[in-house]
């Protein structure tokens, strides 16, 4: 089974511009969450989605959104980019979605501002 | 709300020896509680989840986690360290109150030959 895939791995963003992520779970999870990790915050959850709905949100600023397709697939977006966005951004698939379920984690987005 | 602490931000031990790391937790409800390990610029890896029954968790590498509630703890041990067990790890809580995980900072575990 293929694990958690995050497209792309690396990514250098200029300040004020807006980014896309995405994420395809596991096949047959329908859960998606997003993290940031950073050294001096850790990691931070952003928000998580289930079967297209955000189901819950973290505490970040509006510019931070994300969405789910109906095949699971999750993008998250970046608008009007800071630098103290730079961070590494990891999205979790769990199934199906409960709370006592393991999450399995992509690689990761590096994305770096200047 | 929930909270997780791991109070050393960094441990060493030799090879061969026994380690812990520990974790404590605060929550509402009663607790799903989780270990994972980062090996550097990797994602999070599954170790071992405790959701209830035995109170001695057995998960992949060899690694182990014992659920205290009365302390609310939930130490991650093994019996003899490897030196490719160095890596970050991270304590994680969720509950039945159907809230998200919650991380620890995260541990440096740093075994030496």
């Known amino acids: 089974k293929a694990g958690v895939t995050q497209t792309p791995r690396y990514l250098i963003k200029t300040r004020g511009q807006q980014v896309t992520l995405s994420c395809s779970p596991i096949s047959g999870h329908r859960s998606v969450s997003w993290y940031q990790q950073t050294p001096g915050q850790g990691l931070q959850f952003l928000f998580e989605?289930?079967?297209?709905?955000?189901?819950n949100k973290g505490n970040f600023p509006g510019r931070f959104s994300g969405r789910q397709f109906s095949n699971s697939r999750s993008e998250m977006n970046v608008s009007t980019l800071e630098l103290g966005d730079s961070a590494l951004y990891l999205c979790?698939?769990?199934?199906?979605?409960?709370?006592?379920?393991?999450?399995?984690f992509g690689p990761g987005t590096r994305l770096t501002v200047t | 709300a929930q909270s997780v602490a791991q109070p050393e931000d960094q441990v060493n031990v030799a090879e061969g020896n026994p380690l812990t790391v520990k974790c404590t937790y605060s929550?509402?409800?009663?607790?799903?509680l989780f270990w994972y390990v980062q090996y550097p610029n990797r994602g999070l890896q599954f170790l071992l989840k405790?959701?209830?029954?035995?109170?001695l968790v057995k998960g992949s590498y060899g690694f182990e986690a014992e659920f205290n509630k009365s302390q609310t703890s939930f130490h991650l041990k093994k019996p003899s360290a490897l030196v490719s067990d160095s890596a970050l790890y991270f304590c994680a809580v969720s509950s039945d109150y159907g809230q998200n995980f919650v991380f620890g900072p995260g541990t440096r575990l740093s075994v030496l030959p």
């Open positions: 929550v509402s409800g009663n607790p799903y």
């Open positions: 405790y959701i209830t029954g035995d109170n």
């Open positions: 989605y289930f079967s297209e709905t955000q189901r």
């Open positions: 979790a698939s769990g199934s199906p979605g409960l709370a006592s379920n393991e999450q399995y």
